[in-house]
């Protein structure tokens, strides 16, 4: 996509410090932060007097294409709701319903102030023709599942080689692939010993649910004699390059294994609760300085992509469990959201934060509004009363994806038409 020289003037920027001051963007970074830039030295100017400056928040765990399937199965336990429900319909997808609700998905992120997912699920050249579309950042991995087949399991390694040769490193460098094994309870441990050898072949990342419910932790600990990050760690699949979601029923030794092995956790507290798989112990594992991050799941388990919605919920989550108001504050919730979701992707060094020298991915936030009045303490606002519906601008790798709350880059009416018919045609093969 075409990048320019872009200011965005008189903004209250979230940086290292809170400042008031301009952000001059040249291509697809941040070149200068200053209350001192001209005007006349770039090409469009953005007026954000009345806003707040962020970096684009990431979000670490979606199944972007399940967007299809919201509503469809709800208040039910995760196994009914997988074995029964979501497989079945999962059963008739076809690319061109995983291009649909992944393109819906795009959309529904940059309005709520997202620019990067890493998503995990199926056709992913599809999702990855719909995030490039759309302008935004992602990472995608094709969903491994091989339940111990051994000609699925060839199966699996073909199509996420497949999808990595086609798609890593496309759209300007915004649409990177990783490695998708499910879980330790759907793949066998010659897939996860396997996942490992070739994602150091390809230098790409992993990621995959663990320990998520008490049953999978019963189950593993039944099949392997231990717990399932135990089990991980002993066949060294563990490691930095490692994007774990859920981690809700994670032990003292565990989360040792999890900080060792510099293992990053994306924590999904909606989904989670909406399916009661439980609560995650969040400010346990950052007083152990374990790399912990935000995000959504899919949108038939959250119901919606709103990661301001899911930074709120965090913090009130972890203070009602704790019996304790001063956990997860708001500044450290915000990290989650953002630097800490860099980390969790690797992608700390181009994301995540407003830096001179990062990739410009900004949000603008509308603080004139009577929830966000008087205007008092940002971070705070951003956390406890804002929501997705407040974001105003957003821009991924310098180009403007909305503006004025308007998307530029893709067809909102025709997005939503072209999911709903999408929906109603998958729905209709059950």
């Given at each position: ?39 006349s030295d770039a ?65 529904e992120m940059i ?57 890593h490193n496309t ?260």
């Amino acid at each position: 996509m075409e990048s320019k020289n872009i200011l965005i003037k008189d903004a209250t920027i979230i940086a290292d410090e809170i400042i008031k001051g301009s952000l001059l963007i040249e291509n697809d970074k941040i070149v200068e932060i200053s209350d001192k830039i001209g005007i006349s030295d770039a090409e469009e100017v953005i007026l954000a007097d009345d806003k707040i400056l962020l970096p684009g928040l990431v979000n670490t765990h979606t199944h972007l294409s399940m967007t299809l399937m919201r509503g469809l199965a709800d208040d039910i336990p995760l196994d009914s709701w997988l074995n029964n429900h979501i497989w079945p319909v999962e059963a008739n997808l076809t690319g061109e319903h995983c291009y649909a609700g992944a393109l819906l998905a795009c959309a529904e992120m940059i309005k709520s102030g997202t620019t990067c997912f890493n998503d995990m699920y199926f056709f992913m050249d599809q999702v990855a023709k719909a995030a490039d579309e759309a302008g935004i950042r992602g990472m995608l991995s094709h969903g491994m599942i091989d339940f111990g087949d051994e000609e699925k399991r060839k199966n699996e390694f073909k199509e996420t080689i497949r999808i990595i040769k086609k798609c890593h490193n496309t759209g300007d460098g915004r649409i990177k692939v990783a490695f998708g094994p499910h879980s330790p309870y759907t793949c066998s441990q010659e897939l996860l010993e396997g996942v490992k050898k070739e994602s150091n072949k390809y230098g790409v990342r992993i990621h995959i649910h663990v320990s998520e419910t008490q049953k999978e932790v019963s189950d593993i600990q039944e099949i392997h004699g231990k717990r399932p990050f135990e089990y991980l760690n002993d066949i060294n699949f563990l490691g930095e390059e490692v994007t774990a979601a859920h981690a809700v029923w994670v032990s003292d030794s565990e989360i040792d294994i999890i900080k060792e092995k510099n293992v990053k956790l994306s924590h999904n507290p909606s989904s989670n609760m909406k399916l009661s798989s439980g609560i995650s112990p969040v400010a346990k594992l950052l007083d152990k300085e374990v790399c912990v991050s935000l995000g959504t799941d899919g949108p038939a388990s959250n119901n919606n992509m709103d990661l301001f919605e899911e930074m709120k919920i965090s913090a009130l989550l972890q203070k009602v469990n704790t019996m304790d108001p001063t956990v997860l504050s708001a500044a450290n919730v915000y990290k989650m959201a953002t630097i800490n979701g860099a980390n969790s992707l690797g992608l700390e060094n181009e994301i995540g934060s407003i830096e001179v020298g990062k990739k410009a991915d900004i949000v603008l936030v509308n603080m004139k509004i009577p929830k966000l009045t008087p205007f008092r303490n940002p971070i705070s606002h951003l956390v406890y009363s804002a929501s997705g519906g407040d974001v105003d601008t957003v821009l991924c790798n310098g180009t403007v994806l909305m503006k004025n709350k308007e998307l530029l880059t893709i067809d909102e009416a025709r997005v939503i038409e072209i999911a709903e018919n999408a929906s109603e045609d998958l729905l209709s093969k059950c």
